[in-house]
């Protein structure tokens, strides 16, 4: 599956972003999100099972964060609120044929990146 990610852009402290991946088409994987500061590795964000039963984040975006997709649109969205300068990050969306899926291993297909800046 080819997946492309685009949304990013430059928000103040507080503010909102949504990010948006579209696929190349009907997909029945798992997908996710990760992020990349400058010189740290790509750490996990949220993702989302196919039918949207189940959605997992990490700690540091729980709460502020919502991960959710359209199938019938073929695309995964990441509504950011309450944004923080260290959520700064190129962000990318991933696809799994696994679930849980967590880590970079666990995902097969990658879009590229969209970049997200928070300035304080």
């Known amino acids: 599956v080819q997946l492309q990610a685009s949304g990013g852009g430059l928000v103040q402290a507080g503010g909102s972003l949504r990010l948006s991946c579209a696929t190349s088409?009907?997909?029945?994987?798992?997908m996710g999100w990760f992020r990349q500061a400058p010189g740290k590795e790509r750490e996990f964000v949220a993702a989302i099972t196919w039918r949207s039963a189940s959605t997992t984040y990490a700690d540091s975006v729980k709460g502020r964060f919502t991960i959710s997709r359209d199938n019938a649109m073929y695309t995964m969205y990441l509504q950011m609120n309450s944004l923080k300068p260290e959520d700064t990050a190129v962000y990318y969306c991933a696809a799994s044929r696994y679930w849980p899926a967590m880590t970079p291993q666990m995902f097969g297909s990658w879009g590229q990146g969209t970049l997200v800046t928070v300035s304080s």
């Open positions: 088409g009907s997909s029945t994987y798992a």
